[in-house]
């Protein structure tokens, strides 16, 4: 998520982990995902709710939150490393590149204090909906972080390897199961620099922008310190209130609805990429937690993700994106 807060304080470089210790804690982690229905906090109807598959989806984490990846910032080779495997999952899981590739480069305006113009892709795969192909429905998260500083990484792993791989596991999980109408997953670039990669989208986009009925975006779905979940749209955005409201009784984690008015650092309509949507008119529903400790620091770390919570966090947001693949059916064209 963007940050518009004061740096803190940069703490000391963590000592690398070993590779087996780290197999060995993607185990126990994944083996908590894979029962993760019977954990406390559970809902009793979470057995009902989609399935993705637990130990790809923590897995995917770890990877794009190691320190190989560099912390992902816009326009540095980890950030292109992390795209190119994305695609490459796109491709996997079967889905159809938006366009000509999967990768969509973009250039924005020179960043601040810079003559140099901001250059970045954004990773982009179809699935073709089974009913009505010609209404999309966006699913994204942004799968940049802010680099490496003062010899630093910072992993992003809630901020947002999260949402990244938690797009992967419902890209696969629909392939399985397909929609009603077509969903565009979308892989943000430059996100932590100012919605960069989803301004260039909405800017240009690949689909007809009048087709698009709705984004659902996830940012940060993996820390949730008090068992909550937020979506936030729904009072912009009434159409979503039912979608949401209906899902509420049978989420796997309390899921709130709130953080979408008054303005404010409360209100996070425009604090990530869903703000581009809202500003062209395209309802939004946006799945997040609340900031933690570890926010925009060097310790958002993969171990520090509760393994039971994320698997349920995202059973919750694939249940509501098939509940929004039922309910856009009745919505009038935009």
């Known amino acids: ?56 989806l923590i ?90 500083r003062n010899g630093q990484v910072y992993n ?26 077509t969903i565009l997953f979308a892989l943000w670039d430059a996100e932590e620099v100012g919605l960069q990669g989803a301004r260039a989208f909405v800017a240009a986009p690949p689909v007809p922008l009048a087709s698009i009925a709705a984004n659902v975006n996830l940012d940060m779905v993996a820390r949730g310190d008090k068992g909550e979940l937020y979506a936030a749209g729904a009072t912009p955005w009434p159409a979503m209130r039912p979608v949401l409201e209906g899902l509420v009784p049978s989420a796997a984690v309390a899921l709130r609805l709130g953080h979408d008015s008054g303005g404010g650092q409360d209100d996070w309509t425009n604090q990530s990429d869903q ?18 400790p570890d926010y925009h620091r060097p310790t958002d770390d993969p171990e520090k993700v509760d393994p039971g919570f994320y698997y349920r966090s995202v059973r919750t947001i694939t249940a509501f994106v098939a509940r929004l693949d039922a309910a856009v059916a009745s919505w009038p064209p935009r």
């Not at 940069?10 to 982690?29: C, D, M, N, S, T």
């Not at 703000?275 to 933690?292: K, M, N, R, S, W």
């Open 1 to 56: 998520m963007t940050s518009s807060r004061s740096a803190r304080p940069i703490r000391a470089p963590r000592p690398r982990r070993h590779p087996l210790a780290e197999l060995a804690l993607l185990a126990v982690v994944a083996a908590a995902c894979g029962v993760a229905s019977a954990l406390p906090g559970a809902a009793p109807a979470a057995a009902a709710l989609p399935a993705p598959d637990s130990a790809r």
């Open 59 to 148: 897995a995917d984490l770890f990877r794009l939150a190691h320190d190989s990846m560099g912390g992902r910032a816009a326009m540095t080779p980890e950030n292109a490393k992390a795209r190119r495997w994305l695609a490459g999952e796109f491709r996997r899981i079967g889905l159809a590149p938006a366009g000509a590739a999967f990768e969509h480069p973009f250039v924005r305006a020179p960043r601040r204090g810079s003559a140099d113009s901001l250059r970045g892709a954004n990773v982009l795969g179809l699935l073709r909906g089974r009913v009505h192909p010609e209404r999309v429905l966006v699913v994204s998260a942004h799968y940049d972080h802010v680099g490496t």
């Open 156 to 181: 992003g792993a809630d901020d947002n390897a999260s949402g990244t791989a938690a797009v992967l596991a419902m890209a696969e999980w629909f392939t399985a199961h397909p929609p009603a109408h």
């Open 275 to 292: 703000g581009a949507f809202h500003a062209a008119g395209i309802p939004f529903v946006y799945f997040g937690v609340e900031d933690h």
